[in-house]
């Protein structure tokens, strides 16, 4: 389905963004849209043309353009382009609307007069109120702009505020211009620095805001960066330097030491160590030889190689991984659902509280009541603009989901980010997950009958390695390298029969075969005689045994081990320290796993579990109340990782295991989930300091912005201060979440 980008134009606040999404939605076709508020913009799936959508944007009363980048880095220019052109209007809007609020405030606190006694007075202050004037329409077009077209929806939002606010300061002020007379003496105050502020104020606020959002693309730029522009190609015999967008699938690359890899490819000569750092967060280079798959954005270390491009363009793992990123940026986790359901009721609440704000000064306030009604209006309007609210979550999420990327950690999506912080119980596949996945032939221990008969273990071996010569489990990929390693050719094996978390079946030469576990050989009525306690003790060894029969008779038991990784005790026990209750399912059987349990330290575990019956186990701990995560390969665990409350693929970061999970460590170490969980619980610590601070800014500036503390302390907060306090409010929060970017996981 296609995917659009618009530019909205005109979103203000957290109510806008409920209103956009919902004009969007409901148009003909649209599957998705979420609006991103801290970029202003809203990614839409749909099937409709990006006419239509525009059009409902505009309907809704705001501007939206259609991105026409072709890829992420022009994407990201177009950004940058727009955000600097309306930066420097900001800037010049509240230049100008600040060089005449400055010096009328600073002559009120220098003189205390700022009345209109006089017809002299009413003409100084009539040019005033003119200039006041041209700074609304040139300085605070856009608020006025804004507030009518949210009027025509038959809705409001934080233009509506301000534009009240200010506007009915101004109008305020321009009738004691004219008619003092019908004002009493004491409220024939004018307010025209107020206005003048409260614009220069706001737009200081509003372009600051925007510079700090720049910051939480740091981590996409970051990744477009890693892409080179040229690469080396080999046609006719010469090599050539050409635009990376030129490289077509099967060209052959030359990629020197130090240079970039320019896109994906398998490597068809030369020997070299690949740093992977930038997309894996593995600090280590990685040995490559021939065959070996390479990746755009990655840097060769050491030797020079060839490669054929397999994917270029958009369909790279880096370009992928960029626009997962970034969509999952423009996600939102539920409790940032909540936030923009309150901001769509919080601006007309807030128009009501104005309202009965004055009403309350009219009737109930001392002398000049209408001029503090007006005040406690005004600054109840301005202070209380939910700008906070609405950046609190957003801009949050960017900077942690990019952190993430940087550190190896692919997040789909906001409601991954944050269920993944609330994870009670972590489930682990043992093998290529706790274990390297690349398990090593130890041991072929052939019975006495079938040796007395002639077998020995290179024929053995040579049975095992025809029965498995199809399979790429990892257990049958040991046996294939040791027979390849001794020299020892497959045969050819018939009616060949996978019996799923048993073993296989099949017939060689005449004889019937079957390989697997004790499972097996028992639902065959193989005679296992004493071998099971042989098997036994190699399981205790953290071994995987398994039986070879010939036509019914035990033949031999052959060991593999797949080696615990390094990293895995140390990540294991930070999960643990976390609180975490750490469970591990592997369909090996019970003295392997128990062996391998016991090595990283855990005391729960599973054996002998089919794939099938993986999701039942994980239903069975959401049954007792975990909040479960599943940390797999992304393939065989697809139906665990699909049922969990977060699935983890762990590995390569291959598009399989990124499409089935819902977080992707794109490097194979349990460190990677560690750190996951890690940022994942910073990033919702981040968002809620950020709800907790707009809402108690808003919760505590209301009231004291009506004149709840005049009857007893005689405060009355200035409408110039509280536009000042709404401003800043918004970078407050965007600095918060810049905050994420110096996060650092447990040292490991």
């Known amino acids: 389905m296609p995917v659009y980008e618009l530019l909205i134009d005109g979103a203000s606040c957290g109510s806008c963004v409920k209103k956009i999404e919902t004009a969007i939605q409901q148009v003909e076709g649209v599957e998705k849209a979420e609006m991103n508020f801290a970029q202003r913009t809203v990614s839409v799936s749909t099937t409709s043309n990006s006419d239509a959508l525009i059009l409902a944007v505009e309907k809704a009363g705001y501007n939206a353009t259609l991105s026409q980048a072709e890829n992420e880095e022009q994407a990201l220019s177009e950004k940058e382009a727009a955000d600097w052109v309306y930066y420097k209007k900001l800037m010049q809007d509240m230049i ?36 006041t004037l041209l700074v609304m329409v040139f300085s605070g077009r856009h608020f006025y702009v804004g507030a009518w077209q949210s009027f025509k929806n038959h809705s409001a939002n934080m233009d509506t505020l301000i534009a009240l606010g200010t506007g009915t300061a101004w109008l305020y ?31 200081l606020g509003l372009a600051m805001e925007l510079k700090a959002r720049g910051r939480t693309s740091d981590a996409i730029k970051r990744l477009i960066g890693l892409q080179p522009k040229t690469a080396r190609v080999v046609r006719d015999g010469q090599e050539i330097d050409i635009d990376i967008d030129q490289v ?133 309007l301005i202070i209380a603009c939910p700008c906070a609210l609405g950046l609190a979550t957003p801009m949050s999420v960017m900077v942690g989901i990019g952190k993430s990327a940087e550190a190896g ?93 048993h073993g296989v079946q099949a017939e060689v030469d005449g004889k019937t075969l079957l390989f697997g576990n004790e499972k097996l050989m028992r639902s065959n009525k193989i005679d296992l005689d ?96 975990e909040i479960v995560g599943m940390t797999g390969d992304g393939i065989n665990d697809a139906p665990a990782l699909a049922i969990a409350n977060v699935g983890f693929a762990i590995g390569t970061g291959t598009d399989v295991a990124i499409e089935s999970s819902d977080i992707t460590l ?53 409408p110039v201060i509280a536009g000042a306090a709404m401003a800043f409010s918004s970078v407050t929060v965007v600095t918060n979440a810049n905050r994420l970017r110096f996060f650092k996981a447990e040292e490991h």
């Open 96 to 131: 100008l609307a600040l060089s005449l609020g400055v010096p009328l405030m600073l002559y009120g606190l220098i003189t205390g007069e700022m009345s209109v006694n006089s017809s002299q007075e009413q003409i100084v202050w009539f040019v005033v109120g003119v200039l």
């Open 173 to 203: 002020s321009m009738v004691v211009v004219f008619a003092p007379e019908a004002i009493p003496e004491m409220a024939r105050h004018v307010y025209f620095e107020a206005t003048a502020m409260i614009i220069g104020l706001i737009n």
């Open 248 to 380: 077509v699938l099967n060209d052959i690359v030359r990629v020197r030491p130090g240079e970039k890899i320019s896109v994906d490819g398998i490597v068809t000569e030369g020997h070299t160590a690949i740093d992977e750092s930038m997309l894996t967060g593995e600090p280590m280079p990685v040995e490559k030889t021939e065959g070996a798959n390479v990746a755009a954005g990655t840097i060769n270390k050491t030797g020079s190689i060839l490669f054929k491009a397999t994917r270029v363009g958009k369909n790279t793992s880096l370009a992928h991984i960029i626009r997962m990123v970034k969509q999952a940026q423009n996600s939102k986790p539920p409790i940032g659902r909540l936030a923009d359901v309150i901001s769509a009721y919080f601006v007309p609440v807030i128009m009501i509280i104005a309202v009965v704000s004055a009403m309350v000064w009219l009737n109930f306030g001392p002398h000049p009541a209408i001029a503090y009604a007006l005040v406690t209006a005004t600054t109840v």
């Open 409 to 501: 950690v692919l997040i789909r999506n906001g409601e991954a980010l944050q269920t993944a912080s609330q994870i009670t119980a972590m489930v682990l596949d043992k093998t290529g997950t706790i274990t390297l996945g690349a398990p090593k032939l130890t041991d072929i221990l052939v019975t006495d009958i079938m040796a007395a008969k002639g077998f020995t273990e290179a024929t053995i071996l040579q049975l095992a390695a025809t029965l498995e010569s199809g399979s790429e489990h990892p257990l049958a990929m040991a046996i294939m390298e040791t027979a390849n390693e001794k020299g020892i050719e497959a045969g050819t094996a018939h009616s060949f029969k996978a019996i799923a978390g």
């Open 530 to 625: 004493d071998f099971v306690e042989q098997a036994q003790q190699l399981a205790a060894e953290a071994k995987t045994p398994m039986y070879l029969s010939i036509d019914n008779q035990l033949a031999a038991i052959i060991a593999v081990a797949d080696p615990i990784k390094d990293d895995s005790i140390a990540a294991i026990k930070r999960l643990q320290d976390n609180g975490m209750r750490v469970i591990m399912l592997t369909g090996d059987n019970r003295a392997t796993a128990k062996a391998v349990a016991d090595k990283v330290g855990i005391t729960e575990f599973f054996a002998e579990v089919l794939p099938e019956e993986k999701s039942a186990k994980v239903q069975e701990l959401q049954a007792q109340g």
């Open 666 to 718: 794109m490097r194979g170490s349990l460190h990677g989930l560690a750190d996951a969980i890690a940022i994942s619980k910073a990033t919702l610590r981040n968002i809620k300091q950020n709800l907790f601070g707009a809402f108690i800014y808003n919760a505590a500036g209301v009231p004291i912005a009506a004149g709840v503390l005049f009857p007893v302390f005689g405060l009355l907060l200035n």
